[in-house]
């Protein structure tokens, strides 16, 4: 980093909170994106596997979308609405209910949150809490669903829970799908909880889940275990409620995560690329028997986000109209997999994830860390996740150009190499 560059930045040192994390493992200064590359104000390359924490699913600046905006901003288009009527959100409920609900045959109510999916979660919350007349949330352990009160509850991470200063009620932690191995049904194990009268578990409002869980460590669950959830939910009189705000979008494969999995959530959030390019967008869906919601009794003043209904508009009809860009992650999705599981198998690492959602999982966060280190002084953006932060988590945006992947990944597999064969030369020396 250059003196121009580190001075720059002292502006953040001195003026912005302590609370940034992202900038901390990437101490640059940006200045311009296109799809799968991010450009340094000194102008240097980056290919972006971050993608916005997949709030960028259709990579940055899509020139459809762009240029739709431009052009709504140009002819003094509404941008910010409240919830009143605009022919932006006209054109985007059409368009995802031809697009996406309709050939699905899902029958939802489009609510508009606030622009975050924390906001989306703490709706449906609500709302499940508000339909059944109870309190408890079933959530799940490396579940996260989001940094506000109520979502933050639901969140299994200690340290992200800890932020709150207060203690977190109103919620029971099962554990999800694997947690203790393949031998062991979790689904089963609640349903036992549930049906003793004993067991010190309250009715609950509502059963969340997600069916890859992004935060928590890229854990799976599996078609077969989701099934039981839902089951589950409806036999114990409770709401089954699907966070897809990281998961969904196209991310693992298809528009949502459980498509493929043969069941009909009573409730979806959905937030991060919603908005086709980046703009805060939330929504929550649920089913029209459980609109019983009184004219505001759940608002936020930026759920009218006009600029956000014209490219979310855009992406949905260039993206989504036919199979092809489905078909186009399937081959992505693959190749990642096949490029992923020859690092790991070198080092006796397991995969994780699914779809353009995976990663390596390195046994312990140091490693993790160092090697995201090494990939970004090499020019690609990647984070962690996990527990321990113990996965180096691939969110590549789904639109990247093959060579640029080819080349991200061929950068991912030499920091593994040069990390890992680093460390057990120091071992070794000692």
Not at 241 to 260: H, K, L, M, N, Y
Not at 386 to 413: N, Q, R, Y
Request: proline share 3%; aromatic share 8%.
């Amino acid at each position: 980093m250059t003196n121009s560059e580190q001075n720059d930045l002292l502006v953040f040192e001195r003026r912005e909170s302590a609370v940034r994390s992202y900038c901390r493992a990437f101490p640059k200064m940006f200045d311009r994106a296109v799809n799968a590359k991010i450009f340094g104000a000194d102008e240097k390359e980056y290919i972006d596997f971050l993608a916005g924490c997949a709030s960028l699913n259709y990579g940055h600046n899509d020139p459809d979308m762009k240029q739709a905006l431009i052009d709504f901003i140009s002819r003094d288009g509404i941008a910010h609405g409240l919830d009143m009527h605009t022919n932006a959100k006209r054109d985007f409920l059409q368009a995802f209910h031809r697009h996406i609900l309709a050939p699905r045959n899902m029958d939802y109510r489009t609510m508009f949150t606030g622009p975050t999916g924390a906001n989306a979660v703490e709706a449906a919350l609500k709302l499940a809490r508000k339909v059944t007349g109870r309190t408890n949330v079933i959530s799940f352990t490396n579940g996260f669903h989001g940094m506000t009160l109520g979502a933050l509850a639901t969140t299994g991470n200690a340290g992200k829970r800890g932020g709150a200063g207060m203690d977190l009620s109103g919620v029971h932690r099962a554990p999800f799908d694997g947690y203790f191995g393949d031998n062991v049904d979790t689904a089963e194990q609640l349903d036992i909880l549930l049906s003793d009268s004993s067991a010190g578990i309250d009715a609950p409002a509502a059963i969340l889940v997600e069916a890859v869980q992004g935060e928590g460590g890229l854990n799976v669950a599996s078609k077969e275990w989701m099934q039981k959830m839902q089951a589950i939910a409806k036999k114990h009189g409770a709401l089954f409620i699907v966070d897809d705000i990281q998961a969904g979008c196209g991310r693992t494969g298809t528009f949502f995560s459980f498509e493929e999995m043969d069941i009909e959530p009573d409730i979806i959030t959905m937030a991060k690329s919603l908005s086709g390019m980046g703009l805060p967008f939330a929504v929550t869906l649920f089913k029209p028997e459980l609109d019983i919601w009184k004219p505001g009794e759940h608002n936020g003043t930026f759920r009218g986000n006009n600029h956000a209904f014209i490219t979310a508009k855009v992406a949905i009809e260039k993206f989504w109209a036919d199979d092809s860009f489905q078909a186009e992650i399937q081959e992505k999705s693959e190749y990642l997999e096949q490029r992923l599981q020859s690092i790991a198998d070198k080092y006796g690492f397991g995969l994780k994830g699914r779809g353009m959602m995976m990663g390596i999982d390195c046994g312990n966060g140091d490693d993790a860390a160092d090697i995201c280190e090494h990939a970004f002084e090499n020019g690609v953006i990647v984070e962690t996740s996990g527990s321990d932060d113990e996965i180096v988590k691939i969110l590549a945006p789904l639109t990247i150009e093959k060579d640029t992947f080819a080349k991200g990944l061929d950068i991912i597999e030499t920091a593994f190499d040069c990390t890992l064969v680093e460390k057990n030369q120091r071992s070794a020396a000692e």
